[in-house]
């Protein structure tokens, strides 16, 4: 989260206020808790102000801009969460729809129109998985295999996205990119 700020705010350096999308997921609240706490303390970094906001349908989705509005939010970043991704689709709908600027947690957000992500590469992800499954297949046990972690990220961008929304990003970060689409 604390580089995915930073990136926003070389973007948009005129930011002072991101709005974090958040969801209320049982199993994981500490854990939602603690990514909070790391993007109210990565936003104080970069110079940004961050309140989170829940944006659970589309229904929501007046509620939520009319908060935005008042609080005056120049951006939209989001936690790395299982509903987030899953409503994707929806959050760079009204992300588009407020004409804000938003990065995202992974590059399937930026596949699906979003302006640019922040994350590690999935794709490779699961590949590593791929690699673990087979271990266990052939009779490792589950709970004597190292424990990995991403160590590649990947900024990715849309083009397309950010001409259509209107923002003219910097030079400088548009050469920082890994992937640059449309």
């Not at 509903?83 to 600027?101: T, Y």
């Given at each position: 989260g604390s580089k995915r700020l930073?990136?926003?705010?070389?973007?948009?350096?005129?930011?002072?206020?991101?709005?974090?999308?958040i969801t209320r997921e049982p199993n994981v609240t500490q854990q939602?808790?603690?990514q909070m706490s790391e993007m109210h303390a990565a936003a104080k970094m970069n110079g940004l102000e961050a309140l989170p906001i829940e944006i659970?349908?589309?229904?929501?989705f007046a509620d939520a801009a009319d908060v935005l509005r008042k609080w005056h939010a120049d951006g939209i970043s989001c936690l790395d969460?299982?509903?987030?991704?899953?409503?994707?689709?929806?959050?760079?709908?009204?992300?588009?729809a407020m004409k804000l600027p938003a990065i995202y947690t992974s590059r399937e957000f930026v596949d699906s129109g979003g302006l640019m992500s922040y994350g590690a590469n999935t794709e490779r992800s699961y590949r590593r998985a791929a690699t673990y499954v087979d271990k266990i297949l052939k009779g490792a046990q589950p709970a004597e295999l190292a424990v990995e972690v991403p160590t590649?990220?990947?900024?990715?961008?849309?083009?397309?996205?950010?001409?259509?929304?209107?923002?003219?990003l910097p030079a400088a970060i548009v050469q920082k990119a890994d992937k640059l689409i449309g």
């Amino acid at each position: 989260g604390s580089k995915r700020l930073q990136l926003f705010k070389e973007a948009f350096p005129k930011a002072s206020h991101v709005a974090i999308a958040i969801t209320r997921e049982p199993n994981v609240t500490q854990q939602i808790a603690k990514q909070m706490s790391e993007m109210h303390a990565a936003a104080k970094m970069n110079g940004l102000e961050a309140l989170p906001i829940e944006i659970r349908s589309r229904k929501s989705f007046a509620d939520a801009a009319d908060v935005l509005r008042k609080w005056h939010a120049d951006g939209i970043s989001c936690l790395d969460t299982a509903v987030n991704f899953f409503n994707r689709d929806m959050l760079i709908e009204f992300a588009a729809a407020m004409k804000l600027p938003a990065i995202y947690t992974s590059r399937e957000f930026v596949d699906s129109g979003g302006l640019m992500s922040y994350g590690a590469n999935t794709e490779r992800s699961y590949r590593r998985a791929a690699t673990y499954v087979d271990k266990i297949l052939k009779g490792a046990q589950p709970a004597e295999l190292a424990v990995e972690v991403p160590t590649q990220y990947e900024l990715v961008i849309n083009q397309k996205t950010a001409k259509a929304l209107g923002f003219n990003l910097p030079a400088a970060i548009v050469q920082k990119a890994d992937k640059l689409i449309g």
